[in-house]
């Protein structure tokens, strides 16, 4: 075991719930971090801080209490722009995750921008959050979602881009930038200088991205980022949607309410500074305070490290996975284009079997379709089954794994 | 209830083997419905004689817990009398499996094609029932079954 | 002081920020309740509690946390049920708060509903958050957006209401059951009795009466009822949107994503059953589960209690501030028709530089417009003072209050 | 500094005597702009000869700190040549008044009408500048005010 590894392993008592255990007296071993993350201490103890010394609604008031919440509030965006290397605070936008995000998007842009025949591009790996929004407003427009299609590897093939950007129709692109259930790193660069040669503009769903490694929004330079607070140590109730200045100033208010106006009469309203125009009503207060203190968390070990652990791990699981009998691993084996997510089947057990029988020995897998019925659809399959590292799993975890599944075959008589 | 102890050999071998597992091609009524969270989804096509279920298969994709039960619905509903069918409880299925303290995610598994039953026979029902307000009992009968 | 006055101040206890000191070493005086209430610790702990030992990702996994995580959560919504008095659980949406409850409404009810020249009513002292969705939905549609007046005790003016139901054009009448400036409490009976009689849909904003009194939905016989968590010692983040069921069947989804689908396909989706259709991505489970620790606090107490509670505060400070030369209160002195909420302005000294000094003084008071911009034309002022109370403040702090705008008053040489 | 110590004697004067109040009906340039947060509003009519600003007014509602450095930026900018007073800082006015730690909400309404003369100041170059760089310069000083 290398070093790195062991002081990964220190990580483990700043989370509570890994002291835990489950069913009959198993310790939890948490594999599903792609649904959900747990949260250190450190989370814990600055949403406990917030609400027992400086809770106040926020920009409001002038007392003392306001004032405090205000500045906590704030510097959560200070430490996002830092995060994925933003330069103007101002765009960035606090939602619940990254499906508020990317609605917001489909209201807030593409309702003003999205006219009769034009396209939308997805992609068949996406999360329902990518895909769904999508449906609803080019049903409304009478506009057209289409997919770039996905080979053996778990890849998307371009060549499907290329045809869709030549109808001269598209003007949006959106891609997840790591794949929810096949781990798949899209091939983001290409993607995107691509559609910037059509000038088209493009999205990118970082939920499974930001958490698990170094993300550079402004190299990158697409259009709309967006992604979830509660997949990388922060609360649930917090995500994030930055858009370019360019693009946001194009765009009218999401929701209507309290913060995001500026003048309010009885049949006009004008709007308030970005990004308050996109922030109506009390937002999440306490939940972007400590997702401000899981970024601080995550920063202090370093997104390279992050993506380091990770690749061990996958590494070692792929090839343990690899060697039960029967068991089938979806996505490429090229660990330099895949995140810390696995998807397998194994046998003819469904995989709601494999699941309930590892949770028997205390052990979290997920099973079902991850919110994407279209991959499934392409993988010709009703659901997989499916694990997911963060930087508190360990190798010994793997092996209870692999021993759990030995008892399914066991089970299933495979 | 251990999660292990949950799949006996009963449940292991309905699940490889279904029964009454297929289409009928000229059935009185087919119905379809999915699980939303995991995906499972479940036909069930049946044939009327003499206010019986003269027959009736299933076809779909579940998980183990879902085919066994689907093939025990259908064996217990085979033959019977409408007004009997409608009376079929969530536990008549789980009792017969030993399944009564399945967590509540899995109950829903294995009460998917209950619910597709049901909801066939309301379909049907609503087509030839004269008394509208039958129709809503057993559509609240339907939609109570989660 | 009686009895319950003596018992409600055990309850200081229970609320860590309230032992806080401000500014110089001033106790702190919170009286700002209507914009957000302070939270106890039993909020605090449920919260810590939920990420410490039951945090997963809900409804879609089957091992032990998963299964906790969503019973806790799906019990909240029990707790909300049995709090207002509501029979069918599944017509219960969680959101973030008010402002996303209304929107949703304006969103996924208002866009397919409302036709061109159909008018919707709201009244002069409506929240930002119950005037800006319907400005914003009215101009999309080509529809009219009317408002019912106030008369000079801040009462609404129920004449125009007859007036607008009158043309046969209204499709939607939008109130809120306490007003957030004035206090005052509507008369809902008689406006949605009205409405009734009209075959008019009724939207009541809740966000200041149910933290505050007992709040019967079914008795009220409205169709959409909205109010946040926030102001009623719940976390931020959550908030409740209920909608009788025969109008929610009728409605297309909100935002799009997992959980609220029951099938996708590339290019059809079918939605899930009630209430999750509306409930799209990852919600604030935390929050959600911090909020039913809150109910139960409240319950405990009991709201009757509560409203008793604010009648006797809010007599007190009535009848201290009305002393106070020079200080002009808004709305009515009937406190049958009033909740817990006092606006004021003070000679000529702007709201802002009264807040600013009596903060200097641990106290915690709004100043501004209070999300009322068409209120604030309305009584022709630019901003007032608003105190607001809740269970934990005291007859004592209301003292405080007055010397402080006493200090006040010697500044501004009143 | 406490709070009680903002309210110098200055600062009650200029808030019940605001210097250059009123409107100019013939002005060169009328800006108008408020605070989302708190409903303060201000308005400022400019006059300009021969590159100076011959004549400067403001009206609006605002509390005792909007007015002061309402007075004092007036003050300070009447008969000051245009690129003078483009230089004008946020200290130039709040140290006038002895405000310079003042808490983050008041310092918008210390600064209200600050960025409405930046904005009427754009508005106008905007108008009759030729180079357009400049404009983005004075457009992005005024975004940056805040
Ligand atoms: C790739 C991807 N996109 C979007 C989402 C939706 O995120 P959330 O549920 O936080 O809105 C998820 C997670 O579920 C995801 O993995
Ligand atoms: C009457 C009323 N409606 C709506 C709101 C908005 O609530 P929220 O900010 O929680 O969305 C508030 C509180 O600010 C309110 O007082």
Known sequence: MQSSQTSFENIRKDFPILKRTVRENKDLVYLDNASTTQKPNQVIDAITDFYRNHNANIHRAVYALAEEATELYEQTRDKVADLINIKNRKEIIFVRGTTEAINLVAYAWGRDHLKESDIIVTTEYEHHSNIVPWQLLTKEKGAKLEYIGMDDDGELILDDLDKYLATGKVKLVTFSLVSNVLGTISDAEKIISKCKAAGVLTLIDGAQAVPHMRVDVEKLGCDFFAFSGHKMLGPTGIGILWVRTSVLETMNPFQGGGDMIREVHKYETTWNDLPYKFEAGTPSIADVVGFGAAIDYLLKIGMDNIRQHEIELTSYALEKLSSVKGLHIYGTRDISKRGGVISFNFADVHPHDVAQIVDGEGIAIRSGHHCAQVLMERLNVAATSRVSFYIYNTKEEIDKLINSLNKVARIFKL | ?146
């Open chain 2, 1 to 146: 209830m251990s999660n292990a102890d949950i799949y006996h050999e009963m449940i292991i071998d309905y699940s490889r083997n279904p029964i009454n597992y297929g289409k009928i091609e000229d059935h009185d009524v087919t119905f379809h419905d999915s699980n939303p969270l995991c995906g499972d989804s479940i036909d069930i096509d049946m044939k009327f004689n003499d206010n019986k279920v003269s027959d009736i298969k299933f076809h779909g994709k579940g998980c183990a817990i879902c085919m066994a039960c689907s093939s025990v619905l259908t064996e217990i509903v085979k033959g019977k009398e409408i007004d009997e069918v409608r009376n079929i409880s969530k536990n008549d299925i789980l009792s017969e499996l030993g399944l009564e303290h399945l967590q509540a995610v899995r109950i829903k598994c294995a009460l998917l094609s209950l619910k597709v039953l049901k909801s066939a026979l309301y379909s049907y029902l609503g087509k030839h029932l004269k008394d509208s307000q039958d129709v809503d009992t057993l559509k609240e009968e339907a939609a109570n079954l989660y």
